[in-house]
């Protein structure tokens, strides 16, 4: 997700050359905003870091353009403050995963039955809507 001060005037991540960009070192965001670099004119100034605490102040005070986070981050960044909106594109797919030992047969079978029974009814959905 793309997050930036509320007052801003970037609508989308194509108007980000020349701006400070933030994200976290090695995720996804991190690779699209390498991407961007390379391909918008000016690039965005990429700043990394490894963790998304300091990133919020920065970014209200204007030290920084925008913030690329995860979706579960970036929602919890918004509903502290409103001086920060995320932007309604998508700009990377984060899947979340559950891990277990791959001799682990029984267990994997089982996480796999549930996650297919909570997408058939729509359990799944539904927990989106309201954490994601």
């Known amino acids: 997700m793309l997050l930036v001060n509320a007052n801003a005037d970037i609508v989308n991540w194509s108007a980000l050359g020349g701006k400070k960009v933030a994200c976290i070192l090695g ?38 353009d925008a913030v690329i986070l995860d979706h579960v981050t970036a929602r919890e960044v918004r509903s502290n403050t409103e001086a920060i909106q995320i932007l309604p594109e998508m700009i990377t797919d984060e899947p979340y995963v559950v891990a277990a030992r791959m001799d682990d047969n029984a267990l994997i079978e089982a996480i796999d039955a549930l996650f297919e029974s909570l997408v058939e009814d729509g359990t799944l959905q539904a927990l989106q809507q309201k954490w994601m």
């Not at 670099?37 to 963790?51: A, G, K, R």
């Not at 998304?52 to 209200?60: D, Q, S, V, W």
């Open 27 to 64: 995720t996804t965001g991190h690779m699209q905003a390498l991407d961007w670099q390379s391909t918008l004119t000016p690039p965005p100034v990429l700043i990394t870091v490894h963790s998304p605490y300091t990133l919020t102040e920065a970014l209200i005070t204007g030290e920084l």
